[in-house]
């Protein structure tokens, strides 16, 4: 017997609002959360976890970033969002993420 996958509710409605990715800023069915400020590092400084910032990333942003930088570099140099997009790699990978659909599955190579 075949099984069938639930309907899928993507794109969403007008009444619903679709979810925006904090860094591209594309409506996506999915979004993370992500931690300006690793949990790793956030923990060595003496900070809760629960009271570190946090955005909702696409999965894609969510990947790139972390391949590209590593969580030192995310603590000590790009703590918030606007540092994040003035760095050139991902800069690069923005203007490149926004021409594609929010369905297709983005493939991310390591590159640290």
């Given amino acids: 017997m075949v099984r ?3 309907e899928s ?3 969403f409605s007008a009444q619903a609002a679709a979810p925006v990715c904090a860094l591209c800023e594309r409506q996506t069915p999915l979004l993370t ?3 300006l400020v690793p949990r790793s590092q956030g923990r060595r ?3 809760k976890v629960s009271e570190l910032p946090t955005v909702m990333l696409c ?3 969510h990947k790139f970033l972390h391949a590209t930088l590593t969580n ?3 603590a000590n140099e790009f703590p918030d969002l606007e540092r994040l997009r003035q760095h050139e790699d991902v800069r690069k990978f923005l ?3 926004r021409k594609q659909p929010a369905t297709k599955a ?3 190579r390591r590159g640290r």
Avoid: T
């Fill in 4 to 6: 069938r996958r639930p």
């Fill in 9 to 11: 509710a993507w794109p």
């Fill in 33 to 35: 959360e992500h931690h």
């Fill in 45 to 47: 400084r003496g900070v």
């Fill in 59 to 61: 999965p894609a942003c």
């Fill in 72 to 74: 030192a570099q995310l």
């Fill in 95 to 97: 203007h490149w993420l």
């Fill in 106 to 108: 983005v493939r991310i």
